[in-house]
Nanobody
Framework: QSLPVQSGGGLVQPGGSLKLSCLGAEITLGHYTIAWFRQAPGKEREGVSC????????YYEDSVKGRFTISRDNAKNTVYLQMNSLKPEDTAVYYC?????????????????WGQGTQVTVSS
């Protein structure tokens, strides 16, 4: 099965911004529910945000509400995660994930395909 391809990420100072991209390549992402997860060293993978394929409803983990925005550009077959006001605790490897259901889910096991991951480091 084809996998999504991620780009973006890097090192940013606290309060800065980054934009992550998840490109569908051979997959039409507009047909699927897409989520962003992150995993920090020594911690379990956690859901950050999700956009459903049913009606484009978006969801955010409490700690990122008001700072992160998930969006789609179907013409570019890409889903984005705009991250503003970044904090050191946002440091993690971020993954985009595809779910065949029309609804978002918080559990990573419910997602069928994953991007390669991209490192986000927030540090002064």
């Amino acid at each position: 099965q084809s996998l999504p391809v991620q780009s973006g990420g890097g090192l940013v100072q606290p309060g800065g911004s980054l934009k992550l991209s998840c490109l569908g390549a051979e997959i039409t992402l507009g047909h699927y529910t897409i989520a962003w997860f992150r995993q920090a060293p020594g911690k379990e993978r956690e859901g950050v945000s999700c956009i459903s394929s049913r009606d484009e409803t978006t969801y955010y983990e409490d700690s990122v509400k008001g700072r992160f925005t998930i969006s789609r550009d179907n013409a570019k077959n890409t889903v984005y995660l705009q991250m503003n006001s970044l904090k050191p605790e946002d440091t993690a490897v971020y993954y985009c994930a595809i779910r065949t259901s029309t609804e978002c889910a918080a559990v990573s096991d419910d997602y069928a395909a994953w991007g390669q991951g991209t490192q986000v480091t927030v540090s002064s």
